[in-house]
C-alpha cells in the first residue's frame, strides 16, 4: 500500500516556500547590496535580460541612498551591458549615454572608452539614431589615420588600426538602417546639426565606399 503524506504535510512546505519567496524578493527589491549580487548572478548566468531589471534597481536604491550620478556611473556601464546584450538597445544607449558623460569615463583609457562608445553607436543604429551613431564613427575614422587607407591586417595591433577595425564593424548596421522604409528622415534637431550629421555621414561613405563590398555607401 502505497503511503501519502498528510495534507498538512504539503500545505506547511507550500507556505513555507510561499515565505521564503516573499523574503527573498522583500530583500532583493529593498537592500541595493542584495539586488546588485543577484544582478551579478543572473548576468554571470546567462540571463541579461532580468539581471537588467535588478540592476536598474540597484541604481535606484542607491541614488535614494543619497549616491551620487558620478559614483553609479561604472554600475551603469554594467547595466548597460546587460540591456545590451538582452538586445534592449533604447535602454543601453541612455545608460551608456549617462555612464559616458561622467568623469569615470573621462578618466578610462582611449581604447576601453571606445569599446563602450561602440556599443552606445552600435544601439542607436538599431533605434535609427543615425546622427549620434555617425559622429561617435566619424570620430573613430579621423582617430584611425592612414590605417583606414590601408584596410585591415591581422597582425596590426596599433590604436589606429583598432578605431579603423570598429569602423568596419559599423558597416553593416548602418546598412541595414538606411534601408528605404518610406521614411527617409534620418536626422533631427537644427539645420546646424542636420548639416553636421550628413558631413559625418559622408566622411564614412568615403571610408565605406573603398571596401570590396561596398556596404553602406
Known amino acids: 500500500m502505497k503511503l501519502r503524506p498528510p495534507p498538512m504535510f504539503a500545505w506547511a512546505f507550500l507556505a513555507l516556500a510561499a515565505a521564503y519567496g ?63 546584450a538582452s538586445r534592449r538597445f533604447e535602454n543601453s544607449a541612455a545608460l551608456y549615454e549617462e555612464a559616458l558623460t561622467s568623469d569615470w569615463a573621462g578618466a578610462l583609457g582611449d581604447l576601453d572608452r571606445a569599446l563602450i562608445e561602440d556599443k552606445l553607436a552600435r ?21 584611425s589615420g592612414d590605417a583606414a587607407s590601408r584596410g585591415e591586417a591581422e597582425d596590426d595591433q596599433s ?12 558597416g553593416q548596421l548602418f546598412t541595414e538602417a538606411l534601408k528605404p522604409t518610406g521614411n527617409p ?6 539645420r546646424e546639426a542636420k548639416l553636421a550629421a550628413a558631413d559625418d555621414m559622408t566622411k564614412l561613405g568615403a571610408y565605406f565606399a573603398m571596401s570590396e563590398e561596398g556596404l553602406y555607401a
Open 22 to 84: 516573499a523574503g527573498f524578493y522583500a530583500v532583493v527589491w529593498t537592500d541595493p547590496d542584495a539586488a546588485e549580487s543577484r544582478f551579478e548572478a543572473l548576468r554571470e548566468g546567462g540571463y541579461p535580460g532580468v539581471a537588467e531589471g535588478y540592476g536598474r534597481r540597484v541604481i535606484e536604491l542607491r541614488r535614494r541612498a543619497g549616491l551620487s550620478e558620478e559614483a553609479l556611473a561604472p554600475f551603469k556601464a554594467q547595466v548597460a551591458d546587460a540591456a545590451f
Open 123 to 143: 544601439s542607436r543604429i538599431i533605434e535609427r539614431d543615425i546622427a549620434r551613431a555617425a559622429s561617435i564613427y566619424s570620430e573613430f575614422l579621423e582617430m
Open 159 to 170: 590604436p589606429e588600426s583598432f578605431y579603423a577595425g570598429l569602423v568596419s564593424g559599423s
Open 185 to 190: 528622415e534620418f536626422f533631427s534637431g537644427a
